[in-house]
């Protein structure tokens, strides 16, 4: 028996097992969660685990090979392969936090493990052919069926991902995993140039210590009518609820026009105990009519429509009360412009917070004492 080669395995093994504890530490599973995992779920977690392990592998034959010749020969197929997993390492390791942060569909990032694959195995076969009698067919062969597969993988996934809204591809990943606070991914700016300092549930739920300071705003304004836009899956709903269901009085009126995230967000809010201090409504908000005098209006809805609610609801706003506008960092403009705008008209007076996706606090000019 060879007992180096075994040892070689046997170390690969278990950095393959190690790094798949990590991965499954990073994506917050469980042993309760792999029953649920879909197949290309499960083929994604291998990606940066095999990688390490095959530098292993690969290191490990290359060893004796540089031993009994004293040098290593550039043209090792070894060499070359074991680089190779040391270099894309970390690719696949961002690719994976991307995956987590729902910037990339569920499978890619096996598709473009194969990719990996195919494309090393066909330059191995391009260096070791120095002779026509070295060349290996089956390699190339290999090399390019790999290729083929991870791009029919690709082209299946992608353009469906691509064109589906964000919230609903978001919608599909909650209802098969989780959700947990995680580092806030959207580019720094200059107003926020840390924005990993906060965290989010997801890319289009506001950022956690927001969606507290939602909570807390409401505890200490003591708002009669709450108005949100944009219920999406209801995390800043029920924040705002319970900041109204702390202060014992007050009622939260949420708005979402689409019907498949409302109906995931009523099943959040039913599970919460807060549905008496919400009402939920289907509706764009450039539709809606609310009855009454507006103490707290938060402003989350489609960017496009963002100024054309605040300019329709604005006059219902309490000149002693409060406007919040998410999504007004320098990263998303037609907000941010369109709260400078209504503030250079002389309808409010505006306080940008350096949040990652930035928040304006405002109230109304006319009629303030």
Not at 66 to 91: D, E, Y
Not at 133 to 156: C, D, E, H, K, N
Not at 213 to 230: A, Y
Not at 280 to 306: C, F, K, M, P, Q
């Amino acid at each position: 028996m060879d007992y180096s080669r075994l040892t070689v395995c046997l170390l690969a093994a278990l950095v393959l097992v190690l790094v798949l504890a990590v991965e499954f530490r990073r994506r917050r599973m469980n042993a309760a969660s792999l029953p649920r995992l879909q197949l290309l779920a499960g083929l994604d977690l291998l990606a940066p685990a095999a990688t390490p392990a095959a530098a292993i592998f690969f290191a490990g034959r290359l060893y004796p090979e540089a031993v009994a010749s004293g040098v290593v020969s550039l043209r090792s197929p070894m060499l070359l392969s074991m680089l190779l997993c040391i270099v894309f390492l970390p690719v696949f390791w961002a690719e994976g936090k991307k995956q987590i942060q729902f910037q990339r569909p569920t499978g890619l990032l096996f598709a473009e493990w194969l990719f990996f694959l195919g494309a090393g195995a066909l330059l191995s076969a391009f260096l070791m052919q120095s002779a026509l009698s070295q060349w290996r067919p089956p390699s190339v062969i290999a090399g390019a069926a790999l290729l083929l597969v991870s791009l029919l993988i690709i082209t299946r996934i992608v353009p469906p991902f691509t064109r589906k809204y964000e919230g609903l591809r978001i919608l599909d990943r909650v209802a098969e995993e989780d959700q947990f606070a995680q580092p806030e991914y959207t580019p720094p700016t200059p107003e926020c140039p840390h924005p990993e300092l906060w965290h989010m549930l997801d890319s289009q739920t506001t950022e956690v210590e927001v969606l507290d300071f939602l909570r807390s705003l409401v505890i200490t304004t003591k708002p009669g009518l709450i108005v949100e836009t944009g219920t999406f899956l209801g995390h800043g709903t029920l924040k705002l609820a319970e900041g109204a269901r702390e202060n014992g009085f007050g009622r939260v009126i949420t708005i979402e026009f689409d019907s498949d995230i409302r109906d995931r967000a009523l099943i959040r809010f039913e599970s919460s105990g807060l549905s008496p201090w919400i009402e939920s409504r289907l509706e764009s908000s450039l539709d809606t009519v609310i009855e009454g005098t507006i103490d707290l209006l938060y402003s989350d809805s489609h960017l496009a429509n963002r100024e054309a609610e605040i300019r329709r609801l604005l006059p219902q706003l309490d000149p002693r009360g409060l406007l919040v506008i998410h999504d007004a960092s320098s990263h998303f403009k037609v907000v941010r412009e369109a709260a400078l705008r209504l503030e250079a008209e002389g309808l409010i007076s505006t306080v940008l917070l350096s949040t990652p996706r930035g928040v304006v606090i405002a109230q109304r000019r006319e009629g303030r004492a």
